[in-house]
């Protein structure tokens, strides 16, 4: 399965961006976002099911908001009140089951990242 993301760019902070990723294959379970900032692990920000069930990071609750259209086959995540501390590339991935899972094993495809910066 191959992922495509799209929506990187560069904002101040308060800002907003929505990122978009869409599989190549047909969206079964559901999608996580991932980010990782420079010297830092990959995080877990969201991530939501095929049914619309939810799950966000503490970082991301009443920021980001994760949200899927089944018809288009395409996960979003809409990412407002933007922070420098949010400057990272940031990762979709296809659920392996269903569920809102935040450790990357819940995750088996992933896409190339893309990158958000935020300055201050």
């Known amino acids: 399965v191959q992922l495509q993301a799209s929506g990187r760019g560069s904002v101040q902070a308060g800002g907003f961006l929505r990122l978009s990723c869409a599989p190549s294959?047909?969206?079964?379970?559901?999608m996580g976002w991932f980010r990782q900032a420079p010297g830092n692990e990959r995080e877990f920000a969201a991530a939501?099911?095929?049914?619309?069930?939810?799950n966000y990071a503490d970082s991301a609750k009443g920021r980001f908001t994760i949200s899927v259209d089944n018809a288009k086959n395409t996960v979003y995540l809409q990412m407002n009140s933007l922070k420098p501390e949010d400057t990272a590339v940031y990762y979709c991935?296809?659920?392996?089951?269903?569920?809102?899972?935040?450790?990357?094993?819940?995750?088996?495809?992933w896409g190339r990242g893309t990158l958000v910066t935020v300055s201050s």
């Open positions: 294959g047909r969206l079964v379970y559901g």
């Open positions: 991935a296809v659920a392996k089951g269903y569920g809102v899972g935040a450790s990357n094993s819940w995750y088996n495809s």
């Open positions: 939501v099911t095929t049914g619309g069930t939810t």
